[in-house]
């Protein structure tokens, strides 16, 4: 079992930054791959990022690629996104996954996660 929190979300002008977080808990964090991906409203839920904890692989969606940022912190168990330039596009809920590599994981599927946070908002405005 696996919890995960998200944390870091809020309103940003336009051009701004934001860092969130994903602070996860119970099973061993580090043999895990992470990803966030967003929702915005009237919208399904697609990929922004993804990485192998133990591993430098990282994935992102091209809307982001070059803007964002995945990183992880092994000692906090604690996944980053962090954000620059942001966009009013970026407008959404943001939601971290875990996948426990019990499983086939493709970094842009959701239904290759196990485990999903509540989400956070970010509101980005023009």
């Known amino acids: 079992q696996v919890q995960l929190v998200e944390s870091g979300g809020g309103l940003v002008q336009a051009g701004g930054s934001l860092r969130l977080s994903c602070a996860a808990s119970?099973?061993?964090?580090?043999?895990?791959?992470m990803g966030w991906f967003r929702q915005a409203p009237g919208k399904e839920r697609e990929f922004v990022a993804a990485?192998?904890?133990?591993?430098?692989?990282?994935y992102y969606a091209d809307s982001v690629k070059g803007r964002f940022t995945i990183s992880r912190d092994n000692a906090k168990n604690t996944v980053y996104l962090q954000m620059n330039s942001l966009k009013p596009e970026d407008t959404a809920v943001y939601y971290c996954?875990?996948?426990?590599?019990?499983?086939?994981?493709?970094?842009?599927?959701?239904?290759?996660?196990?485990?999903w946070g509540q989400g956070t908002q970010v509101t980005v405005s023009s």
């Open positions: 990485r192998r904890w133990s591993a430098d692989n990282t």
């Open positions: 119970g099973r061993t964090f580090s043999t895990y791959a």
């Open positions: 996954a875990a996948n426990l590599g019990r499983s086939s994981w493709s970094p842009t599927l959701a239904s290759t996660y196990d485990y």
